[in-house]
């Protein structure tokens, strides 16, 4: 069966450590592959995007992953700060001309100061 | 900046009535989806729409339908709720040229009685 697992248990981390957070999927092929960062009672806010042909992409402090051969993407906060502290979501896009996202259920970060 | 509006962000309805959820976003977006977002189970895709009066089931369609008149807004219809549709809905727009970036919109919180 198709799935997209994301670490359920929240992230715990002391500020100014690196946060990594994974995205892993099963019978899933897809064109590229977003993060998104999710406040409480917010909607998704889009963070990166890496296509399936970019192994690594960054923004900033924001560093993204991505192997189509282990099936996993690997998000990484460096020098992390209380204000990180959300929901992170990642979502696979199986076509390029649909926009059609299937997304995770996503992990919750705690950056303590 | 784009904007994804929605009618309301919380709304307490009674089983069996017909429940409206809108969304309007500014940016002339060909695509809107739908969402409901439920502890542990992520993003579900409800419907989305590529373009005016087109519209096409997403995973989960099952209980709501979809209008889609004008470029701008997307409607949400439940029919005749019941408890099991108290969730946070979540609309989304998404350029059809790129496809990609979804911008969402701050959640519509519905509790049916």
């Known amino acids: 069966s198709q799935k997209i697992e994301q670490n359920s248990e929240a992230l715990n981390i002391q500020e100014g450590k690196t946060a990594t957070l994974t995205c892993n999927y099963t019978?899933?092929?897809?064109?590229?592959l977003q993060w998104y960062r999710q406040d409480p009672g917010r909607g998704p806010v889009f963070l990166l995007l890496?296509?399936?042909?970019?192994k690594e992409k960054r923004k900033e402090r924001l560093k993204v992953t991505f192997d189509t051969t282990l099936k996993q993407s690997l998000f990484h906060i460096t020098a992390s700060q209380p204000a990180d502290s959300a929901t992170y979501l990642c979502?696979?896009?199986?076509?390029?001309?649909?926009?059609?996202?299937?997304f995770g259920q996503g992990t919750t970060l705690q950056v303590k100061p | 900046d784009v904007k994804v509006t929605q009618s309301s962000r919380y709304l307490v309805k009674r089983t069996g009535e017909k429940v409206f959820l809108e969304c309007v976003q500014d940016m002339d977006h060909e695509n809107m989806f739908w969402y409901r977002q439920d502890p542990g189970l992520g993003l579900r895709l409800i419907y989305f729409?590529?373009?005016?009066?087109?519209?096409e089931k997403g995973d989960i369609p099952e209980g709501y339908s979809v209008s889609r008149e004008k470029k701008e807004r997307f409607s949400l219809i439940l029919e005749s709720a019941s408890t099991n549709q108290t969730s946070m809905y979540l609309c989304?727009?998404?350029?059809?040229?790129?496809?990609?970036?979804?911008?969402f919109g701050p959640g519509t919180r519905l509790l049916v009685l």
């Open positions: 979502a696979l896009a199986l076509s390029s001309n649909t926009g059609k996202l299937i």
């Open positions: 019978n899933y092929s897809p064109a590229y």
């Open positions: 890496i296509r399936e042909n970019e």
């Open positions: 729409s590529y373009d005016v009066k087109m519209k």
């Open positions: 989304a727009s998404s350029s059809g040229v790129t496809h990609e970036t979804q911008y």
